[in-house]
């Protein structure tokens, strides 16, 4: 889906990116050699659990069949959309790890800037404007996690 139709849809694509991101981050965990990236990938795991509950709370919130259709705006790219699917090779280091969590992270803006130009009312904006401090928080908290001792 490169063009969601609704707020329930653009809520949607952003649940199967952060489920998708744990379940990549947790296998890439399996496999790290690397005590390092290891902890990395444990807490970009812990990050996008944090994201995906909210995000599910959200849903909850809202009726699929009653969700608000959003005004035609951009189409999401194709890469945006597959986001969740880290490049990183089967065990990468710790800087490739990272270099692709804040990656994926820039693409997930297309959803959250789609998110903010569809809809005047107060409620959509509320949730864009929620959403988007989120990732915020996420990439400080990593950011802060990576920072040099």
Do not use: W
């Not at 139709?5 to 990549?24: A, F, N, P, Q």
């Not at 005590?35 to 909850?60: K, Y």
């Amino acid at each position: 889906m490169s063009k969601p139709m609704t707020i329930y849809e653009v809520l949607e694509m952003l649940k199967d990116y952060h489920s998708g991101r744990c379940v990549r981050y947790q296998e890439l965990s399996d496999k790290s050699a690397d005590a390092r990236t290891g902890v990395l990938l444990e807490h970009l795991i812990e990050l996008d659990t944090n994201a995906l509950r909210i995000v599910t709370g959200e849903m909850e919130q809202l009726d699929p069949k009653h969700s608000a259709f959003m005004i035609s705006g951009p189409t999401i790219s194709e890469r945006a959309v597959r986001a969740a699917e880290c490049g990183c090779s089967a065990t990468p280091t710790f800087d490739q790890t990272l270099d692709c969590a804040f990656e994926s992270d820039a693409l997930l803006g297309e959803l959250l800037h789609r998110l903010e130009g569809c809809s005047a009312a107060p409620s959509v904006l509320a949730l864009a404007k929620r959403l988007r401090e989120l990732e915020e928080t996420k990439n400080r908290q990593l950011a802060n996690f990576t920072r040099p001792e």
